[in-house]
């Protein structure tokens, strides 16, 4: 899937014979128009998060009846009215096209076109079709409001379902639940928090055991606000930089207020990446931004802490130690930002990029499976994560005893510093970035 160019249009088509107008949206101003082929002017899209879950659109014909449910299918759903979040996990789900009928239905779809993920879809946007009757052969019917993802989309369509069941079918992915009435629409809405937590493997104990449920609990009445993940991204960052000159100071109440900012850092980093996928408010931008800031903070949070011990108890080993591993988290960091924007292009993230551990390079048509990775790394990285780090240095801190989190944080940092001049220096620059690996210049 490649990125769509500014300037693309997207269609949104109408049924005159049900409306006898279309209704056009361009840059969200709703208005009317002649003409049957009404455009939004769409916005850059990056990686997938933005579009389609697929490389190629989905050719289903799904069709929504808002006549029986209608007031239902306008209820409010963590954030989202149940119409709009179904045509978002359509859109995110790759369905090609959909077909609105109902009274109400050009209103769900002046909705759904206000919504970042359709303004930033452009030619991969989800098309939609408002009319008074259903298509003749729809391959899925959705009668009553549910609320599901994006991935039970594609398994029901998968299974050769024609009506949304009122259950998840075993083995279907995702979650599935009904939103008819206020008690459906409350099981709902523990479905959908309950759903954006991330595993294990993908985020680490500290997150999955305190963080997330933390950030759920946070997330239910925020979902219901304006605030974007975004703007949480961003204060959070600010935290974190606020962060630096008290544990630079070194005295034991600076370093408590400091360390409780960053716990404070580290949970909203979970809270908005949670609240983008509630809310399917993800983006490219918003990804970036997020994984970016957290690598400035990671540069910047060594050296204070160790000017903060050396100052605390007057041994310069802190002071060189701190400085140390801020050089080579720094140099590591610029490695990894050189060659996300040489090789990764505009689908870059440094979620995605890794220097190659003891795994020989192969060419991105290759179709040998990939060869798993050193279980050693595996375990590095687990313990080395940052909601796991930044909440050591919370417990430790408010404890009095910043040392120990600082030695394995700084361990870390050498480790990948040093690892990463080696790679470069002496096995040809050869870098992972997501499934394909690149040569230096």
């Given amino acids: ?33 002649g003409r049957a082929s009404p455009t939004l002017v769409s916005e850059p899209l990056g990686m997938c998060y933005t579009g389609r879950m697929t490389d190629a659109p989905v050719p289903a014909t799904i069709a929504i009846d808002l006549r029986d449910d209608g007031e239902a299918w306008f209820a409010d759903v963590c954030g989202l009215r149940n119409v709009v979040r179904l045509l978002c996990a359509l859109q995110h789900a790759g369905i090609a096209a959909a077909h609105v009928v109902g009274p109400e239905a050009d209103r769900g779809l002046s909705e759904f076109a206000k919504h970042p993920l359709f303004k930033r879809a452009g030619d ?9 009757e259903l298509p003749s052969t729809p391959t899925l019917i959705f009668r009553k409001a549910v609320v599901l993802s994006s991935a039970t989309v594609k398994a029901l369509l998968a299974q050769g379902c024609t009506e949304v069941p009122t259950s998840l079918p075993p083995g279907v992915p995702g979650f599935l639940a009904a939103a008819s009435t206020a008690e459906e629409r409350q099981i709902a809405t523990r479905t959908v928090l309950g759903s954006v937590g991330k595993p294990m493997l993908h985020s680490g104990m500290a997150s999955v055991y305190l963080l997330q449920p933390i950030a759920k609990v946070l997330n239910r009445p925020l979902c219901h606000t304006p605030i974007t993940p975004n703007q949480i991204t961003i204060l959070g960052f600010l935290l974190g930089l606020a ?75 802190w002071m060189y130690a701190g400085w140390g591993a801020s050089g080579a988290q720094l140099f590591y960091t610029l490695a990894m ?11 870059a993230s440094s979620t995605n990029f890794k220097f190659w551990y003891g795994v020989k390079p192969r060419s991105a048509a290759s ?54 001049l080696i790679q470069l220096v002496f096995f040809h620059r050869k870098v992972q970035i997501g499934n394909d690996y690149h040569g230096g210049v």
Wanted: charged share 20%.
């Fill in 1 to 33: 899937m490649g990125p769509a160019n500014r300037g693309n249009e997207c269609t949104l088509l109408a049924d005159s014979r049900s409306l006898g107008r279309a209704t056009s949206v361009r840059n969200s101003i709703v208005s009317s128009a």
């Fill in 367 to 420: 179709e040998a499976p990939r060869p798993p990775e050193d279980p050693n790394t595996i375990k590095a990285r687990f313990f080395l994560r940052k909601d796991f780090v930044h909440t050591m240095f919370f417990v430790f801190g408010v404890a009095g005893f910043l040392q120990a989190p600082f030695m394995l944080t700084a361990f870390g940092a050498f480790q990948y510093g040093s690892t990463s």
């Fill in 243 to 317: 962060t630096l000159p008290l544990l630079w100071d070194g005295r034991r109440s600076h370093v408590i207020l400091a360390v409780s900012l960053l716990f404070v850092a580290n949970l909203l980093d979970q809270i908005d990446g949670q609240l983008a996928r509630i809310k399917f408010q993800f983006s490219s931008y918003g990804e970036k931004l997020d994984h970016y800031l957290d690598e400035i903070i990671k540069v910047l949070l060594l050296a204070p802490i160790g000017m903060g011990l050396y100052h605390a108890n007057g041994q310069e080993l």
């Fill in 124 to 132: 991969e946007a989800l098309v939609v079709h408002v009319g008074s």
């Fill in 337 to 347: 930002f050189y060659y996300l924007f040489r090789f990764g292009g505009k689908n």
